[in-house]
């Protein structure tokens, strides 16, 4: 069965880092980008950044530049975003999402269930 | 920074087309991809590359891009098409964008 499974919720105090791990299954695991996308309550998707599975090349958006980090481990097909410096407003849903590209595009065509982080003093 | 706008919601009766748009700057100049995601669940693509469905998307949605505006098109809508809508782009300055969503009601 092809799917990412997330890691679980988490709860950080503000100034905290959070990792959330997304480990893909049923499929070449290095053959497709994975992407972070985030979803504050009753807000819209942001999408964070993507790690090219292959070679190990990561992309942030500008907002997320200083404090946002991609890896991968290829043997365990895992894929993480850590968060640092996190602060109220990041509490969201989290959501890995499977990329898929032909030239100057992407979608998203696999997503996990969500890890929601929590961030309260 | 690249933005799209969505129409925060719209509403249709049962049977009948849905039309929700997109806009943005020369938008047709680049790919549009929808997804749906009903309440507490997570995205599902349902239109790619401005008209192309995946696997297991029903006929009833269809895509276009053109100009500065792309539409998401569900024909004979049902209660179970009930959800937000997210259109979604890349743009080489600000990567991948998504729009602000629009909750579509069956009354």
């Known amino acids: ?121 | 920074s690249y933005e799209l706008t969505q129409p925060p919601s719209v509403s249709v009766s049962p049977r009948q087309t849905a039309s929700i748009s997109c806009s943005g700057d020369k938008l047709g100049n680049k790919y549009a991809s929808w997804y749906q995601q009903r309440p507490g669940q997570s995205p599902v693509l349902v239109i790619y590359q401005n008209n192309k469905r995946p696997s297991g998307i029903p006929e009833r949605f269809s895509g276009s891009n053109s100009g500065s505006t792309a539409t998401l098109t569900i024909s004979g809508t049902q209660a179970m098409d009930e959800a937000d809508y997210y259109c979604q782009a890349y743009d080489s300055s600000t990567a991948v964008v998504f729009g602000g969503g629009t909750k579509l009601t069956v009354l």
């Open chain 1, 1 to 121: 069965q092809v799917q990412v499974v997330q890691s679980g919720a988490e709860v950080r105090k503000p100034g905290a880092s959070v990792k959330v791990s997304c480990k893909a299954s049923g499929y070449t695991f290095t053959s497709y980008a994975m992407h972070w996308v985030r979803q504050a309550p009753g807000q819209r998707l942001e999408w964070m950044g993507w790690i090219n599975t292959a070679n190990g090349n990561t992309k942030s958006s500008q907002k997320f530049q200083d404090t946002v980090t991609i890896v991968k481990d290829t043997s365990t097909s895992t894929a993480s975003m850590e968060l640092r410096s996190l602060r109220s407003e990041d509490t969201a849903v989290y959501y890995c999402a499977r990329g898929r590209s032909s030239g100057p595009d992407w979608y998203f065509d696999l997503w996990g269930h969500g890890t929601l982080v929590t961030v309260s003093s």
